[in-house]
């Protein structure tokens, strides 16, 4: 069976969209792999954003995928009647989760000194993480005008609230 590998620059609004670049061109990663242009070939629709590679943790569906000058582009939507994916919004917004990786099956590569150059693969998933492992797969931007402290302050709000909903009864 072959191993499914994983590897990611990020956006997203108070809807839910998400965009970023889930494999920046041009340069290795932290282990050194090089995925060339080209490399993604067929990418299916509908491709599931996982938090941390997480199969359990599906959190929105990637509408969008295409190769470009500067990378892997993708678009999608959180899943935000889910609480857990309207809690991965806020760690994105926050910074907590600043970008993107991508799971996949590698068909065809070299090596190329310490740098394995992959020119063909299969792509099973994109991730939300913490710590990608290409430098350059960061978030870009956070649409949002909420701030980590915000999304505190609303926590701890909705917390007092439902506390003082019980002290009532």
Do not use: C
């Amino acid at each position: 069976m072959d191993k499914l590998e994983l590897k990611a620059s990020l956006s997203v609004t108070d809807d839910g969209q998400i965009a970023g670049i889930a494999w920046p061109f041009g340069s290795p990663d932290k282990v050194g792999d090089l995925i060339t242009m080209g490399a993604f070939g067929v990418i299916l629709a509908d491709l599931p954003i996982l938090y941390q590679h997480n199969p359990a943790d599906l959190v929105g569906t990637w509408t969008e995928a295409a190769e470009t000058d500067a990378g892997l582009v993708v678009k999608g939507q959180l899943h935000l009647d889910h609480a857990r994916a309207r809690s991965v919004r806020a760690m994105l917004r926050s910074g907590l989760v600043s970008g993107l990786s991508i799971g996949f099956r590698t068909k065809s590569a070299t090596k190329q000194g310490r740098n394995r150059i992959i020119t063909a693969l299969d792509l099973a998933e994109i991730s939300l993480v913490h710590e990608p492992s290409h430098p350059r797969a960061r978030i870009l931007s956070a649409k949002s005008d909420i701030t980590a402290a915000a999304v505190i302050a609303d926590i701890i709000n909705r917390a007092t609230a439902a506390l003082r909903k019980d002290y009532l009864k």
